[in-house]
């Protein structure tokens, strides 16, 4: 290690082994071995080694004297592992990593003597808690005793941190997809992110900025302001006449909607995961969407119709109630608080049997 920081070094070795190790038993745990399951390991293996990188690159900017770096980063060691210890335990019984909201349970910790003693006289205390904390402690005190001048520690650390974001860069972007259903797996996910992306961010504080735009906007919209406390949650729709029918360009649509009195069925087609560049109707001439643009001459085309989001159920709920596509944390830790009115109950109320039909390729995840 004669142009490594070894501290830094043994910390990236040891973290990533022992989270390597807590994952490694995660896997024997399913009996059903395939292709996919090998690449959900290599998911969490990725974030073990940018695990190990982050601890690395503590001790490479760590200002502190050699002496109370290997203490300091000793303790800390010991901590994590006790913390995979104890959050592959958890895996065994819930199915989830550790959540922050265990540490509610902290005043309460005698009443779970009896699961920690029998936990602790298991095998995997000796595999992921007892050996990678020997490991460190004996590796800190082992290597790096040697005092350099201060030139010679600069150049040590500039190498180690150009080292680790060289191997800890790439595996954090492979592995860095902070979406629920990789969140959620075990075998996908790491034990620190998740205890950290669980955590309940939502502000105590009630934000009044977005109230006071929306009673400006409300100025501004015509039509009847609808009663009742259903429509708390939709301070911008208004009553206003339908003249749809009064109108001289028809639809085919509006034809047979206004010359009839008989209950209509309604089909709502959503074309996913396609830009404009690629719907026909939308102008594009490679023809992928042939029975998207002849239904779009037989009812209405939303041409500025839009719910983007990195999940397909963010669309979704985009599109049915009318929400933001993105709602932040909330699908990391419950579902959303407030009673919306979404267009399949509206139209249950209306006394329609609704229905959903989703098609898809072989391969989408």
């Known amino acids: 290690m004669k142009y490594l920081d070894p501290t830094a070094v043994v910390l990236f070795f040891v973290v990533s082994l022992a989270g390597i190790v807590q994952h490694s038993f995660l896997l024997q745990l399913n009996s059903d071995w395939s292709e996919r399951l090998f690449q959900a390991y290599a998911l969490g293996v990725g974030y073990d080694v940018m695990n190990g990188a982050i601890f690395s690159m503590l001790a490479v900017i760590s200002p502190f004297p050699i002496l109370f770096r290997k203490i300091f980063f000793s303790i800390l060691g010991l901590g994590l592992f006790a913390f995979l210890f104890t959050d592959y335990h958890y895996v065994l019984i819930f199915g989830t990593h550790l959540p922050f909201s265990t540490i509610e349970y902290l005043n309460d910790s005698g009443a779970f003597l009896s699961s920690a003693a029998h936990a602790v006289n298991d095998t995997t205390f000796w595999i992921l808690f007892v050996f990678p904390s ?3 402690v004996f590796m800190l005190w082992r290597f790096g005793k040697k005092r350099n001048s201060w030139k010679e520690d600069f150049k040590c650390r500039a190498s180690t941190l150009l080292f680790i974001i060289l191997i800890g860069g790439p595996a954090a972007s492979y592995s860095n997809s902070y979406v629920s259903k990789n969140m959620e797996n075990p075998l996908t996910s790491a034990a620190l992110q998740y205890f950290y992306y669980s955590k309940d961010r939502e502000p105590d504080k009630k934000i009044l900025r977005p109230e006071k735009s929306l009673k400006i906007v409300e100025t501004l919209i015509q039509g009847k302001k609808p009663s009742g406390k259903i429509w708390d949650n939709y301070p911008l729709v208004r009553i206003r006449e ?9 639809s085919e649509l509006t034809k047979i909607l ?6 209509p069925n309604i089909l709502i087609l959503f074309l996913e995961s396609f830009r404009a560049a690629e719907v026909g109707v939308y102008g594009s001439k490679l023809g992928l969407t042939p029975e998207f643009d002849r239904w779009s001459k037989h009812g209405i085309l939303y041409k500025n ?10 669309g979704q709920v985009a599109t049915y109630c009318s929400l933001f596509p993105n709602y932040g944390a909330a699908v990391m830790k419950r579902y959303t608080r407030n ?3 979404c267009l399949p109950e509206y139209l249950k109320n209306s006394g329609y049997y609704t229905s959903l039909v989703y098609g898809s390729d072989a391969n989408f995840d």
């Open 134 to 136: 020997v490991m460190l």
């Open 242 to 250: 339908a003249t749809g029918c009064t109108g001289q360009n028809y």
């Open 258 to 263: 206004c010359t009839t009195a008989d209950r």
């Open 305 to 314: 119709f839009f719910a983007n989001g990195f999940q397909t159920r963010h």
């Open 339 to 341: 009673s919306f009115m």
